[in-house]
Each structure stands twice: as C-alpha cells, then as structure tokens.
C-alpha cells in the first residue's frame, strides 16, 4: 500500500537550517510529483513547495521562497524539503503529499513537526 | 492567487446527525475543489476530488456538490470517526495551492 513517512523534525533555534525527509513506497515514486504542506499550531494548512515527478520544477510558498528547497532523489524514492533561516513562523507540523496526475493530492504522510525555539 | 473560505468555523453535531460543511471560492474554479479530513496524529486523509467525487475507500455517508464558487461537503449520519478538521483545497489555479482556514466538526 502507499506509504509515506515523514521525519527530521525537532526544535531548532531561530536562524539554523533543518531537513526533513519524505520516504515513500508502495508507487513508482517517479511518476509522481510531490508537495510539502505544513500547518501552524492553531492554524489552517499551508502550501509550502511542490517538485515535478523529474525535479524539473519547482515552486514555493511566498512566505519560504528563498529560504527553503525542495528536492528528490528518484533512486531512494525520497522527497527533501532543506529548510534555513528558521524563525517561530515556520514552526508546524510538515507534511509530504502526492500529487494525483488529475490535480488532486491523493496521499499524504502523517507529518512531522518543526519547532522553532531558542 | 485564489482565497477559499470555509463556514462554519466551528460545527457541533450530535452522532448520527447530518452536518453540512461550506466552502467559496474568490473566483471561478469549475470543480477543481478537493475535500480533506484530518484527525491529529494521522495523515490527512483525501474525501472527495473534482468536487463531488468520492476518493477510493471513502463512506457513502461522505457527499461533495458544487461549482464555480460555491461548494459543500455533506456527512450524512456522523460517526465517532467523523468528529475532525475538514478543509477544502483548490487545484484549479496555481501556484498556490489554496485551502480554507478549516471547519472543525465537534461532538455536541
């Protein structure tokens, strides 16, 4: 069955990096783009970044663009999201998702959360 | 970029009740709208696609209508399972991908 697995999470202090990891099965992670989404404590979901099935392509969220990258390694079938410049607005729980060919979002892991703390 | 909004915030039902659960969209997305359920500590599950689809696995209790701006997703008789966050998603134009701020659906 599709799986996807979330991690790299933690507290980290204002201005430091972190990179969460997305590991999939259960598909051809290379026929699929990716998303990372994240939702705040209190807050509704956010689009953070999306990455063609081939890296191709890229897009981010306005409030991460320049800061954060997103990335795939087709061969280990894992999604990255390397983020830096942290600050408390970022933290949240991160999630990866697939993208259904139709333009749905059709499997999501279960999240991994950031937190952004001195 | 297009704003989706949700109502009601908050939606308090008795198990087995009916609870209707409403999304606008800023502008015209035909019927690329998406219904999400999340419950904390699981992954976000997909409810209905295309609007009024439902996704692999999903109840028939679960019903998504609408188009163009206007959209609801219907649970026709909740269920211990049912009481969560639902959002609604546009993927008709991007980027972004825009969701509602959330309905949560709580026990009355």
């Known amino acids: 069955q599709v799986q996807l697995v979330e991690s790299g999470g933690g507290v980290v202090q204002p201005g430091r990096s972190l990179r969460l990891s997305c590991a999939v099965s259960?598909?051809?992670?290379?026929?699929?783009?990716m998303f990372w989404v994240r939702q705040a404590p209190g807050k509704g979901l956010e689009w953070v970044a999306v990455?063609?099935?081939?890296?191709?392509?890229?897009y981010y969220g306005d409030s991460v663009k320049g800061r954060f990258t997103i990335s795939r390694d087709n061969s280990k079938n894992t999604l990255y999201l390397q983020m830096s410049s942290l600050g408390a607005e970022d933290t949240a729980v991160y999630h990866c998702?697939?993208?259904?060919?139709?333009?749905?979002?059709?499997?999501w892991g279960q999240g991994t959360l950031v937190t952004v703390s001195s | 970029e297009i704003v989706m909004t949700q109502s009601p915030a908050t939606l308090s039902v008795s198990p087995g009740e009916r609870a209707t659960l409403s999304c606008r969209a800023s502008q015209n997305i035909l019927t690329n709208l998406a219904w999400y359920r999340l419950k904390h500590g699981q992954s976000p599950s997909l409810l209905i696609y295309n609007a009024s689809t439902r996704a692999t696995g999903v109840p028939s209790r679960f019903g998504g209508g609408g188009s163009g701006t206007e959209f609801t997703l219907t649970i026709s008789s909740l269920q211990s399972d049912d009481f969560a966050l639902y959002y609604c998603q546009q993927y008709n134009t991007w980027p972004p991908w825009t969701f509602g701020q959330g309905t949560k659906v709580e026990i009355k």
């Open positions: 990455i063609w099935y081939d890296g191709s392509k890229k």
């Open positions: 259960g598909f051809t992670f290379s026929d699929y783009g």
């Open positions: 998702a697939r993208w259904h060919a139709n333009g749905w979002w059709d499997y």
